[in-house]
């Protein structure tokens, strides 16, 4: 039931762009974006829900494929403070939010 | 107020001990849960409350018990644990809709270490 997602690590300079995947085997209720930063509490980012409805931060673009239960990150122009580890975590039904392995993403300057 | 306010922060307990983990909101969230995670793995789902009822135990072992004495608190309930225990208990809690269409807000944890 993970969601798989790639890369599993990623290394950018300042102002470079990004796309983190994640894939589902299963029909999924919504996608959810969260990112983690080293010792701290996993920070929500965006979720897109089945339909096409997409909530979360403003500078934060991210798309559902429906049809093939793929959903993808963008990260563009990317700042130092964008680094961290990026869970997607996939909801098939209630309250049960099940994530991905994470993709560690580090900006250097 | 958009916390989740999780103590303590850090704890340290034998394997003989029974200590607990306190969780706490005050969005009027009426779904809560409980997140275990170790070093360099996504947090991974033990317990979920919708509305103080315990709605999903993920086949969590019986040392570990959760308990929800009212729609703002979370308690887990630790007793005979194992060195493997040892990891960052996340807490989370949502609007009582579920998670299909809003999101989680998660407790910056209380690392646990089992000696």
């Known amino acids: 039931q993970q969601p798989v997602q790639s890369p599993q690590a990623v290394i950018l300079r300042e102002g470079e762009d990004a796309v983190i995947n994640c894939s589902s085997s299963k029909a999924l209720y919504s996608v959810h974006w969260y990112r983690q930063k080293h010792g701290e509490a996993p920070v929500f980012l965006m979720i897109?829900?089945?339909?096409?409805e997409q909530k979360g931060h403003e500078k934060i673009s991210a798309s559902f494929n429906e049809k093939k239960q793929q959903s993808s990150l963008y990260l563009t122009a990317s700042q130092l403070s964008y680094s961290g580890t990026y869970f997607c975590?996939?909801?098939?039904?209630?309250?049960?939010?099940?994530f991905g392995a994470g993709t560690i993403l580090r900006v250097k300057s | 107020d958009t916390e989740v306010t999780q103590t303590p922060k850090h704890l340290v307990m034998g394997m003989t001990n029974k200590k607990s983990l306190k969780c706490e909101q005050h969005?009027?969230?009426?779904?809560m849960y409980w997140y275990k995670q170790k070093a360099k793995k996504p947090p991974e789902l033990m317990f979920v409350?919708?509305?103080?009822?315990l709605s999903i135990n993920e086949s969590v072992p019986s040392r570990f018990s959760p308990e929800c004495p009212n729609s703002s608190l979370l308690n887990l309930h630790l007793h005979a644990l194992q060195p493997e225990d040892s990891a960052l208990y996340l807490c989370a809690s949502s609007q009582d809709w579920g998670l299909g269409n809003t999101e989680a807000f998660f407790g910056q944890g209380t690392r646990l270490t089992v000696v």
């Open positions: 975590g996939t909801v098939l039904y209630g309250n049960k939010l099940v």
């Open positions: 969005m009027g969230h009426r779904a």
């Open positions: 409350y919708s509305y103080e009822k």
């Open positions: 897109l829900l089945k339909g096409g």
